[in-house]
């Protein structure tokens, strides 16, 4: 089980950072088309319905359809490479974090490790440490996935010295406040929620049945994906929106454009002229991505840990 368990064999730090990593690259890969559609959703300031004609996208199928005849198979990874150094980089620093913490939890407190709470707690924490970590690459990852054509990154290299040099070092942590707002929650919530469903299937599986214990740990995770992210979800759309400030001539294309001044503003700005419903745009892709990213690094996680033992 993901944390520190005194009654069975656990992984070091070092085996927990390489299975993060691990889990985190193979995920990324699945997973990107659903990031760039979410992400695309997300910057979107008009309503995302096919009654509004000024809507550049306003369904997941017709989305696709748009990004594939507009920019190519391509599209649905751009971004990919930043986005795999955030993938493997936040998934090394999480799951040691947390490994490390929970195991110092249950050391130095009266707290048994494997309670959820504990999980809540240590696995906001571990998320923090991680965003922290990896802000600048997520703005990279995000600027690219919002770009059309044409580019104005034409590669990695190019966008951090254009973005230091126009946007100074500041703007590699655009979104920071909110993210780490909105980080605890969800992972606190994605690994407490992984916890109890686990117990729940040692609870309500005979032992002659846990024989797909990989299938379980997909289908916890997935399920703990889904609660959190939606519990969470105007954070991340926040987020993202202030990470493409400065950035608006690459969004012309795309419809309307918006420049905030901060967290408080971005939130007015969004509720008075999107309305509530405008905190959860893509939130379909989001959920879609949440079930299969979260059950996924789950999965692979706890594969590439018995691995390693």
Not at 6 to 28: D, L, N, Q, Y
Not at 128 to 137: D, G, I, L, M, S
Not at 150 to 178: C, D, S, W
Not at 223 to 241: H, M, Q, V
Request: aromatic content about 12%; hydrophobic content about 40%.
């Amino acid at each position: 089980m993901v944390g520190y368990d005194p009654e069975s064999k656990c992984v070091s730090s070092a085996e927990a950072a390489a299975a993060g990593s691990a889990s985190g690259f193979v995920t990324r890969v699945f997973i990107s088309p659903l990031d760039v559609i979410k992400i695309r959703f997300q910057l979107q300031i008009e309503q995302l319905s096919s009654r509004n004609p000024g809507a550049k996208y306003h369904g997941i199928l017709q989305a696709v359809q748009r990004i594939f005849q507009e920019e190519g198979l391509g599209a649905f990874w751009k971004g990919h490479v930043p986005a795999q150094f955030l993938s493997v980089g936040y998934g090394a620093v999480q799951f040691m974090a947390f490994e490390s913490l929970t195991k110092l939890v249950h050391n130095v407190t009266s707290y048994d490790a494997r309670d959820s709470f504990v999980h809540f707690v240590c696995g906001g924490l571990a998320a923090c440490t991680a965003t922290v970590a990896v802000q600048p690459v997520d703005t990279l990852r995000t600027r690219f996935a919002a770009q059309g054509e044409p580019k104005i990154y034409r590669n990695l290299r190019h966008a951090v010295l254009t973005m230091y040099q126009t946007e100074g070092p500041r703007t590699f942590y655009r979104g920071l406040t909110p993210t780490i707002i909105a980080i605890f929650p969800y992972a606190g919530l994605q690994f407490s929620f992984y916890n109890i469903l686990q117990q729940f299937s040692e609870w309500a599986i005979p032992t002659e049945g846990k024989k797909g214990g990989n299938v379980k740990n997909l289908v916890c995770g997935s399920c703990a994906g889904i609660i959190s992210k939606t519990l969470t979800y105007p954070f991340d759309l926040i987020k993202k929106r202030l990470q493409v400030g400065g950035f608006e001539q690459a969004r012309a294309a795309f419809g309307q454009v918006r420049v905030y001044r901060g967290l408080l503003d971005c939130i007015r700005q969004i509720m008075r002229e999107e309305g509530p419903s405008g905190f959860f745009k893509g939130l379909s892709p989001s959920l879609l991505k949440a079930a299969v990213s979260t059950g996924l690094i789950f999965f692979w996680y706890e594969l590439f840990c018995s691995l390693l033992c």
